[in-house]
């Protein structure tokens, strides 16, 4: 001991602390079996919180994000909206044809007796009810509505034939069907409020 052997004190080296080898990461095993595996996604769906979903479970999700399942109400508002935007396509296809584009340069390149009919219309029956109790004042609204209805029939027809000689110079063979209804139509309703809209001016060439 040092306490009896004073000349052998300070010859004694310091003693190395070894550090401890480090260990190796555990490499993944091969063959691992189901239920390693089934533990592994466990342990994985402690640590995120949440269970890891299978492939099928994930085919499944993704198909119901393509294609979800709709309750009856929402079919029902799915084929309303699918049925207003087919008619509107058809409307579009149809109002693009030439000869109704013609026809509706036609109208709206011209002054017409007919767009004011609704306005006339109102005034009379407004002074045919105010004046009621005068014979004479209903007598005289009546035949001005007479007149006014007379006076339609013979501008639109007017209109109609001239239309039928310039389409068939400038478009011949079109199909007439509908024609003369979308005609009175378009003559009956205020510029304004005609649609589609006029992309002409009146007395512009078209």
Known sequence: ?????????????PIKQKSAPAVPAAAPRAGTTAAQDAETARDLAAKKGRPTPSRAEAQAARME????????????AQARIADRLERQHRWDTMEAAPERTLLRD????????????IPLAIVDMAVSIGAAQWPAVSLTTSLVMTAIFVGMVVNIGWMWWRFKSELRTRIP?????????????????????RRPGPRINRGDSY
């Open 1 to 13: 001991m040092g306490l009896f052997r004073p000349y052998e004190q300070g010859k004694h080296e």
């Open 173 to 193: 063979g079109a199909r007439k069907r509908g024609l003369l209804m979308e005609l009175m139509n378009r003559m009956i309703t205020i510029r304004r409020f």
């Open 65 to 76: 994000r393509l294609h979800p399942t709709l309750t009856p109400k929402q079919q029902r």
């Open 106 to 117: 036609f109208v709206d390149s011209r002054w017409t007796f007919t767009e004011f009919i």
